[in-house]
Nanobody, 124 residues
Framework: QVQLVESGGGSVQAGGSLRLSCAVS????????MGWFRQAPEKEREEVAV????????SYAGSVKGRFIISQARDKNTVYLQMNNLKPEDTAIYYC?????????????????RGQGTQVTVSS
């Protein structure tokens, strides 16, 4: 059974940082891509970042490029999202997803597996 469990969310002031983690279990696919997306109230779901499981290639949404960093543990069982210089518009529930398209435009394909999400709230 595949499980993705996010952690690390919370409330911070603008300019602060958070590090999200996604614990992955039961996912045996060695290739493909993992990613993070977010959902804010009354806004469309948005891709945030993607990473290749073998190549460690990364790509980011323009809204977070230069501020967020996606990475993964060497054993591929944890995916991280380091979020720096957070802005109020980053407030959302952040989800980890497995088997997403290996580019930043997922065209509605939000991953074969997804976690339950972790809330990030940024105050001004």
């Amino acid at each position: 059974q595949v499980q993705l469990v996010e952690s690390g969310g919370g409330s911070v002031q603008a300019g602060g940082s958070l590090r999200l983690s996604c614990a992955v279990s039961g996912y045996s696919t060695s290739g493909g891509c993992m990613g993070w997306f977010r959902q804010a109230p009354e806004k469309e779901r948005e891709e945030v970042a993607v990473i290749g499981r073998i190549s460690n290639w990364t790509s980011y949404a323009g809204s977070v490029k230069g501020r967020f960093i996606i990475s993964q543990a060497r054993d591929k069982n944890t995916v991280y999202l380091q979020m720096n210089n957070l802005k109020p518009e980053d407030t959302a529930i952040y989800y980890c997803a497995a088997n997403v398209p290996c580019n930043i435009n997922w065209n509605g394909r939000w991953g074969t597996y997804r976690g339950q999400g972790t809330q990030v709230t940024v105050s001004s």
